[in-house]
């Protein structure tokens, strides 16, 4: 819910395979579910990216260290 919340008020609409994507493999930390989701719609919209399993993959190796 935080989620899709924090991505309807940034303005961008996000499939449900990826929220569901950020949202287990971040379940305990508010602040890393926000920076993945903050780095995501930035890749978005500056870089004009898709928002791909792969792509998620990616951020989340960057903002969680790696780690589940």
């Known amino acids: 819910a935080i ?3 924090e991505a309807i008020e940034q303005g961008v ?3 449900d395979e ?3 994507q950020i949202a287990q493999r971040v379940s305990s ?3 890393e579910l926000k920076s993945s989701l903050t780095q995501l719609i ?3 919209r500056i870089g ?3 928002p791909t399993e792969q792509l998620v993959e990616r951020i989340l190796a ?3 260290g790696g780690a589940d």
């Open 3 to 5: 989620l899709r919340s």
């Open 13 to 15: 609409a996000l499939p």
């Open 18 to 20: 990826i929220v569901k």
């Open 29 to 31: 930390n508010v602040r």
């Open 42 to 44: 930035a890749r978005m």
């Open 48 to 50: 004009g990216e898709t």
């Open 62 to 64: 960057q903002t969680t």
